[in-house]
């Protein structure tokens, strides 16, 4: 599976956008010069009104390409950067990409609290019953994702690294 970098994304389409922008000059800069040389009624032919709502319209769509192209460079996946910093192997990133939203909710967790929380402060930031969250860390665990260690009457739950 091809998977792509959200800020290489934004490269591209900024890149399209400008070359969006460069065409849409160049066609301009020709349809002007046809009108002008065409229209005998001056700056009030027809011409001349579509001509520019044309414009503006393209000119709208390279905007927004643009705007995406810089939101994707600047605002990174927040979760690729999360699993990054606690060296997760690409095989743990896909098995996290899977997960159902309240498994994705406790991982999330987790790594707010720095890879390291107990399980008790799990149910308080979350609002899942006790039960709950142990079977969701008993599937996570299961998947090698987190693992949890005794601390006296609690247990920590920690990011595994690979």
């Known amino acids: ?25 160049l066609f301009n800069d020709a349809i002007a010069k046809i009108a002008e040389n065409s229209c005998v009624h001056g700056l009030s032919c027809p011409m001349y009104n ?5 414009t503006k ?25 999360k ?4 060296n997760i192997s690409e095989e743990k ?8 939203e309240d498994e994705k909710t406790i991982i999330n967790k987790i790594m707010e609290e720095n890879g390291a929380t107990f399980q008790s402060k799990l149910i308080n930031k979350t ?19 987190i693992e949890r260690k005794r ?6 739950v920690v990011i595994k690294n690979d």
């Open 83 to 86: 699993t990054e910093a606690y």
């Open 151 to 156: 601390r006296g009457m609690s247990n920590l």
């Open 1 to 25: 599976m091809l998977t792509i970098n959200n800020k290489l994304l934004g490269y591209v389409i900024l890149a399209n956008s400008i070359l969006i922008g460069f065409i849409i000059f």
């Open 93 to 100: 990133k896909e098995i996290i990409k899977n997960l159902d």
């Open 57 to 81: 319209i393209s000119i709208f769509i390279a905007l927004i390409l643009a705007t995406i192209g810089i939101f994707l460079i600047f605002f990174e996946n927040k979760q690729n950067k």
């Open 127 to 145: 609002g899942f019953s006790k039960v709950k969250i142990t079977r969701i860390l008993d599937k996570l665990e299961a998947r090698g994702l």
């Open 50 to 54: 579509a001509f520019n709502f044309q």
